[in-house]
């Protein structure tokens, strides 16, 4: 149990300092292995078949020469001289170097070759095969001295064994010779190519990990207030390639973030400062002299004015936060549509009383009745009522409409004859604190940030807003809810 656990410490500890070491060296550590594995096992296969084959060469000649030894009718009653005459005439011009016999099943020898000076044993298993009227190769080692390759073939006479052995052996100098050479030449040759595959692994991968350098160098550079520092991206189109892409991407969608955040931190400093100037404008002037209470209750009126709209510009910005954070209670309940649409159309009607503004309803097309969180929905559409109220002449008609779109969802569209919005303008509308005309909207009550809320509550729904307008024909402002619909 001990040991067991010193052999986990150890492999714990080994693979936390294989960890700590560059990626580089990692891979051309795990190319080493590889190699280590592969080189012995490919080196093992190919000795394996040229020894094969060397054998296979030799044991041909061996099985000629004894079928024609045991072909030869006279093969019992040669002398000496006839069996190294025979060995010769076999051989040709070349040395001779083979030896011969003929013996019998008890092992006496009938006829040998001059040249055998090898006590070629006659085994167990060759008897019994030969009996059986099969012919065995067999290798006997010598010392300090290469193997003995031999075969032992039964004398077969019309079907019959006859009792007699033919054996012919040689030395394998010759296949040991070139087995050695072989042998060194692995030898040699695995360490250094060994070393050359693990220097190339290693450089290769360094070089195939240089942009990450470069890329670890231009993160350094980023920080949180600039972050205009783009990656370098690779010429060649592989995974590094995209992965700097996918970061310039994300960092793109950051800075683009982060301005907005800068802008929306400025703008609301700018409009929070201005209702605050104006309050303490006014109870500076009014504590300048002795006033006359209706110039204290002018002024404190003012006062009231001001930090009542700055609660209302706190109150909407809190809201737009926290639903952005994803952060508002989405309780929904089932809304009666001509309830709700009667509800927000008699609220708007009141504030275009003064100009005389008729808020018609179009309900034919709505379902009777929907899912939403009702308060939402209510400040989303009285946004956009309130705006098209602004926005429209004296005795304008004001439309909301309602009607069930495709799948689930449920539109509300609200459509002025006002002045109408800038093409170009159509998205940056719904940007907090964003307006067409900053003077004029100011001196109408709006800071910018109704439709960047009504937007919001209408992402809480899983629907959006969209604005159409051509300037001077009036606007369109279509939000959508999603999965409205009972
Ligand atoms: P505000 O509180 O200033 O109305 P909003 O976010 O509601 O802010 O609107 C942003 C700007 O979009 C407005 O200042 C106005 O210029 C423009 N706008 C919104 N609704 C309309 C409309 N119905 N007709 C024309 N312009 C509009």
Known sequence: MPLLKFKKILQKNN????????????????????????????????????????????????????????????????????????????????????????????????????????????????????????STFESWDRPDKAPFRQLTMPVIVSGLFTG??????TPLDATWATLSQLRSVFYLAFPAILCVCVMAGYIMARRALAPVVGMRRAAD???????????????????????????????????????????????????????LTAIRGE???ALRRIRSPEEYRSALETIQKESLSMGCTVDDLLLLARAEAGALPNVKTVVTTAEFLEGVAVKASLLGKNKQIQVKVLGAEAPVSFIAAENYLSLAIGNLLSNAIKHSPEHGVVTLACKKEKGDSVL????????????????????????????????AGGVGIGLSLARAMAKLHGG???????????????????QAVI
């Open 15 to 134: 693979w936390h300092l294989y960890a700590r070491l560059p990626i580089s060296v990692r891979i051309a550590a795990g190319h080493a292995i590889l190699m280590a594995i592969l080189l012995p096992m490919v080196g093992f296969g190919i000795y394996n078949m040229v020894r094969r084959d060397l054998l296979k060469s030799v044991d041909g000649a061996l099985l000629v020469s004894a079928e024609s030894m045991r072909a030869s009718k006279s093969s019992e009653g040669l002398v000496k001289g006839g069996l190294d005459q025979f060995l010769q005439n076999f051989s040709g011009e070349r040395e001779v170097n083979a030896y011969a016999r003929v013996v019998d099943l008890s092992g006496n020898v009938r006829n040998r070759s001059t040249r055998d000076d090898v006590p070629l044993p006659v085994s167990k298993i060759a008897m019994a095969r030969a009996e059986q009227g099969a």
């Open 164 to 169: 007699s052995l033919v054996q012919v052996g």
């Open 221 to 275: 550079q980023l920080s949180g207030s600039d972050l205009s520092h783009r990656l370098e991206v690779p010429q060649v189109h592989d995974e590094l390639h995209d992965l700097a892409d996918t970061f310039n991407r994300m960092l793109a969608r950051l800075e683009d973030a982060f301005e907005r955040q800068r802008r929306f931190n400025s703008d609301v400093s700018h409009e929070l400062r201005t209702p």
């Open 283 to 285: 109870a500076e002037l």
């Open 412 to 443: 509300f569209s609200v459509i002025d004859q006002g002045e109408g919005i800038p093409k170009g303008l159509l998205e940056q509308i719904f940007d907090p604190f964003f307006r067409v005309d900053s003077a004029r909207n100011r001196i």
């Open 464 to 482: 959006n807003i969209k604005a159409e307008s051509a300037s001077g024909r009036g606007s369109q402002f279509h939000l959508s809810i999603q």
